[in-house]
């Protein structure tokens, strides 16, 4: 654990990192598998950052790769298989939206951390980030789209999600590139440290992992129609 911390912001992120855990949970309308995947999860990732599993930056390739790559290719997995699309249409439309609030807490907490110096100031959004600009937006596109039940509004469900999905790449790249690997290219002074340790670590692993999957479901779904 990062030392130096304020406890504030600790139980901030603790608190985001359970409320996207329950929006997802309530998009997959309670489904106990999906539930105990994403317990197990949480806790292999949170053991190894606790462990300081991935703090070792200097292999080839960094051992933080073990805290994303798996999630991703189980999104990709879920996203092109037969089993994975049925899934994936029964997933909450609805919910998923929703869960893009937590994007709000999220970018007040980088603010934090980059008060505290553990993250470069380009990674919130005084810097290059804009993703609070879907925390924003969510709840109003999820009262426009959804507020009459027999009537979606596609195009503009669709439009949003795309943009909300390359502002969110955008600070995905930022934040990898302000990481202290062999390829950083960003944020020398003060590169981006706080997510190689618990409980920081569940922002990439977790967060970021549920909101690209929330994107990408939406998205092909709409498409589909």
């Not at 309308?29 to 197990?40: D, F, R, S």
């Amino acid at each position: 654990m990062l030392s130096g911390i304020p406890a504030y912001i600790i139980i901030a992120f603790l608190v985001t990192v359970f409320l996207t855990g329950l929006l997802f949970i309530r998009a997959v309308k309670n489904k106990t598998i999906p539930v105990i995947v994403l317990i197990l999860w949480l806790a292999v990732t949170g053991i190894l950052a606790f462990k300081k599993f991935f703090i070792e930056t200097t292999a080839t390739p960094p051992m933080f790769i073990f805290a994303v790559a798996p999630a991703f290719i189980f999104i990709l997995i879920v996203m092109v298989s037969k089993k994975g699309h049925a899934f994936t249409n029964t997933l909450d439309v609805r919910q998923l939206t929703l869960l893009h609030i937590v994007r709000i807490p999220v970018e007040v907490i980088l603010y934090w951390l980059a008060v505290e110096k553990v993250i470069p100031d380009l990674m919130t959004f005084e810097g290059r980030n804009f993703d609070i600009i879907s925390g924003i937006t969510a709840p109003v596109i999820y009262f426009v789209c959804f507020k009459d039940s027999k009537v979606l509004n596609k195009k503009l469900l669709l439009a949003w999600n795309f943009i909300c999905l390359g502002l969110l790449l955008n600070i995905v790249l930022h934040a990898v590139l302000s990481a202290p690997f062999s390829f950083q290219q960003f944020a020398f002074g003060q590169p981006n440290i706080a997510v190689l340790y618990f409980p920081f670590v569940w922002l990439p692993s977790f967060i970021v992992m549920l909101v690209l999957l929330s994107h990408l479901v939406v998205i092909s779904r709409l498409l589909k129609r």
